[in-house]
Nanobody, 123 residues
Framework: QVQLVESGGGLVQAGGSLRLSCAAS????????MGWFRQAPGKEREFVAAISWTGGSTYYADSVKGRFTISRDNAKNTVYLQMNSLKPEDTAVYYC????????????????WGRGTQVAVSS
């Protein structure tokens, strides 16, 4: 059974940092592209960041460029999202996702989803 389990969410003050982790199991994700999405209350889910299986290509939403960094450790089947200079508008449930290529991730239709981790940023 394929599983993506996010962790690292929490409550932080504006300007602070958090690092999210997504541990994958049930499949060899080392060859998969992976991504992060988020959904704020009352809003649609949106793309945050994506990374190729080699880690050589990364993509970011304009709203997080320069503040968030996506990375991966294929030996640990884990992808990370380092979030710096957090703003109240970053408050959302953050979801990890995976698929065989970046195309479905960037189209917001990845095959595999995690259950999400809550991030709350206070002003």
């Amino acid at each position: 059974q394929v599983q993506l389990v996010e962790s690292g969410g929490g409550l932080v003050q504006a300007g602070g940092s958090l690092r999210l982790s997504c541990a994958a199991s049930g499949r060899t994700f080392s060859r998969d592209a992976m991504g992060w999405f988020r959904q704020a209350p009352g809003k649609e889910r949106e793309f945050v960041a994506a990374i190729s299986w080699t880690g050589g290509s990364t993509y970011y939403a304009d709203s997080v460029k320069g503040r968030f960094t996506i990375s991966r450790d294929n030996a640990k089947n884990t992808v990370y999202l380092q979030m710096n200079s957090l703003k109240p508008e970053d408050t959302a449930v953050y979801y990890c996702a995976a698929d065989s290529t970046l195309i479905p991730i960037r189209a917001m239709k990845p095959r595999y989803w995690g259950r999400g981790t809550q991030v709350a940023v206070s002003s």
